[in-house]
């Protein structure tokens, strides 16, 4: 079956510095979105990428489509305290055919302040 | 209502007793998933509904493990003879169209002891 991993599965960082979460897909995907979960909390809606090769930015956060709709990733400048949490991927199958929604494993970010 | 409600927020329940966990999707989503996730881990889908039908039932584990949304809107996971491997922190997720953002409830946390 469809299998979404992420790497790292934690990461420790000083505020400050960058950091970079990537998630590959076994199959290709139609859209990828991605949610954060801060720690005792549920997954919040961050962005959706749609198209291959899609770069979006928030602010501080830079996420990236891979060309072949594989594999995307999420950068965070500069980071902050608030930025702790897991960051989740999560993608539909191009081709699928239901609307399931399959999460990846998962990036834990601890931030020292 | 304003967002996604689960209830309850927590259960605690004998091996080999039934349970029920109840969403409360926003009102107007026609989509709405189940999700079961372990500490550490990424949301593990269950099932997902489009209306009243169950239009992917592929994540639930085994026959124990049922859901139902008889008027396309509060959607019940209903769980038999509980074990002790269902302890974990039960998600729903709505949805206004296949393609747009999940918003999340709160989660059930469930015990079973």
């Known amino acids: 079956g469809q299998q979404v991993m992420q790497i790292p599965q934690y990461q420790h960082v000083q505020e400050g510095e960058d950091f970079t979460t990537y998630c590959n897909s076994s199959?290709?995907?139609?859209?990828i979105q991605w949610y954060k979960q801060r720690p005792g909390g549920h997954p919040v809606f961050l962005i959706q990428?749609?198209?291959?090769?899609e770069v979006k930015k928030q602010k501080r956060l830079t996420f990236q489509f891979g060309e072949a709709k594989k594999n995307s990733s999420l950068h965070i400048t500069a980071t902050q305290t608030t930025d702790v949490g897991t960051y989740f991927c999560?993608?539909?199958?191009?081709?699928?055919?239901?609307?399931?929604?399959?999460f990846g494993t998962g990036t834990l970010l601890a931030v020292q302040p | 209502g304003a967002g996604v409600s689960q209830t309850p927020s927590n259960k605690v329940t004998e091996k080999g007793k039934y349970v029920e966990l109840r969403c409360d999707p926003i009102?107007?989503?026609?989509?709405l998933y189940w999700y079961r996730q372990s500490l550490g881990q990424g949301p593990e889908f269950l099932i997902y509904?489009?209306?009243?039908?169950?239009?992917?039932d592929s994540g639930l584990p085994n026959d124990r493990f049922f859901a139902v949304r008889p008027e396309g809107s509060v959607s019940t996971l209903k769980i038999q003879r509980t074990e002790r491997g269902d302890s974990a922190v039960y998600l729903c997720?709505?949805?206004?169209?296949?393609?747009?953002?999940?918003?999340f409830g709160q989660g059930t946390r469930l015990t079973v002891v």
């Open positions: 997720a709505s949805k206004s169209q296949p393609n747009t953002e999940a918003f």
């Open positions: 199959t290709t995907l139609s859209n």
């Open positions: 990428l749609v198209k291959s090769g």
């Open positions: 999560a993608g539909r199958n191009y081709g699928g055919a239901t609307n399931k929604l399959i």
């Open positions: 009102s107007g989503h026609t989509a």
């Open positions: 509904f489009q209306g009243t039908g169950a239009a992917d």
